[in-house]
């Protein structure tokens, strides 16, 4: 004849362990997912979204004026990680055109630093500095007599 074992009986013990291991697991989790989130928050957007939607007519004024002016630019980089800034209208480049950029690490990570640029072959500016490896949002003024256009790019 063969014993068969019992079963063991389910008690508060197993109930409690149960739970409070759960609950481990969640906190656990939430507290990693928290601390990512918090180390790789550049910062913030606007210092008061109040005061910036104050300017928001503004702004699409002087994104309508911009869109009138009708210039095209690319911005690439090159082997030496310089920027290749193309400003174009209608196809042929602008004379005349200045450029003032700064570039962000993507996340803030870094201090913004200034870009200048000088004159290239077919038109175009390259920055006199290169940029380090990485991702950079590049926040750039194109400037031609009175007229002015903001643009940003992500570069990497």
Known sequence: MTDTPTP????????????????????????????????????????????????????LERADAQARLGWDTGV????????????????????????????????????????RFEPAADGRLRSVEPLAVGRWRLDLIVRRGADEARYREDLR
């Open 8 to 59: 063991r009986r389910f008690t508060g013990r197993h109930m409690t362990t149960i739970l409070v291991a759960f609950f481990a697991v969640v906190i656990a989790v939430n507290v990693t997912m928290a601390r990512f989130a918090m180390s790789t928050f550049g910062g913030k957007v606007v210092e008061n979204s109040y005061v910036a939607s104050q300017n928001y007519n503004r702004w």
């Open 76 to 115: 690439t980089l090159d082997a030496g990680r310089h920027v290749l800034l193309t400003i174009r209208k209608e196809g042929r480049s602008l004379e005349g055109v200045r450029a003032s950029a700064t570039v962000n690490h993507a996340v803030g990570r870094t201090a913004p630093v200034a870009l």
